[in-house]
T-cell receptor, first 115, second 112 residues
Framework: ETGVTQSPTHLIKTRGQQVTLRCSSQ?????VSWYQQALGQGPQFIFQ???????GRGNFPPRFSGLQFPNYSSELNVNALELDDSALYLC??????????????FGSGTQLSVL | QKEVEQDPGPLSVPEGAIVSLNCTYS??????FMWYRQYSRKGPELLMY????GNKEDGRFTAQVDKSSKYISLFIRDSQPSDSATYLC????????????FGKGTKLTVNP
């Protein structure tokens, strides 16, 4: 086990709704990243948070937003859901030391289905 | 051209076979190279982590990086049915957000 936990494990929403996914990082890790994995594809980088600030963003629209809390837990929020948002959403935590990150450890993901 | 190319397979081998998995990439700035294993409906699990060129061995797994050819490989010796999973290559540059760029994954089945 990686020590990274995500909730919920599965979620069904309808188009246009909003969703919040949650992640609890591995103890001592100060960086959290979110990835989207569509069926049959590799994970795609959404964004990273370091010390509660966004530290890089992939090619995702602004309706994808996030938060990192002082205890290093994190949320991913998606507004105005579209059918193409159906995917496995993965949270990964890591420890950044001197602005360099070592290894990423992934949670089991939240499977989001948009109908 | 995608930044990272990986043959999605599927790949089916008998138990005990040597498995070779490969990725090519186009971004010469990539410095860190990883292989992840992903079981169905689970998150990726880090198998191998390599910086720059060279070989790294861990038990039955060997990772090779050839930066001059922009080519990385993962070898699995004495493959077991429990190795059946999707294998993802991933890589990143140094600094910045340090986002990982993944291949599509290769689905491997090891038959008893």
């Amino acid at each position: 086990e990686t020590g990274v936990t995500q909730s919920p494990t599965h979620l069904i929403k309808t188009r246009g709704q909003q969703v919040t996914l949650r992640c609890s990082s591995q103890s001592g890790h100060n960086t959290v990243s979110w990835y989207q994995q569509a069926l049959g594809q590799g994970p795609q980088f959404i964004f990273q948070y370091y010390r509660e600030e966004e530290n890089g963003r992939g090619n995702f629209p602004p309706r994808f937003s996030g938060l990192q809390f002082p205890n290093y837990s994190s949320e991913l929020n998606v507004n105005a859901l579209e059918l193409d948002d159906s995917a496995l959403y993965l949270c990964a935590s890591s420890l950044k030391v001197d602005r360099a990150t070592e290894k990423l450890f992934f949670g089991s993901g939240t499977q989001l289905s948009v109908l | 051209q995608k930044e990272v190319e990986q043959d999605p397979g599927p790949l089916s081998v008998p138990e005990g076979a040597i498995v070779s998995l490969n990725c090519t990439y186009s971004n010469s700035a990539f410095q860190y190279f990883m292989w992840y294993r992903q079981y169905s409906r689970k998150g990726p699990e880090l198998l191998m982590y390599t910086y720059s060129s060279g070989n790294k061995e861990d038990g039955r797994f060997t990772a090779q990086v050839d930066k001059s050819s922009k080519y990385i490989s993962l070898f699995i010796r004495d493959s077991q049915p429990s190795d059946s999973a999707t294998y993802l290559c991933a890589m990143r540059t140094q600094g910045g957000s340090e986002k990982l760029v993944f291949g599509k994954g290769t689905k491997l089945t090891v038959n008893p």
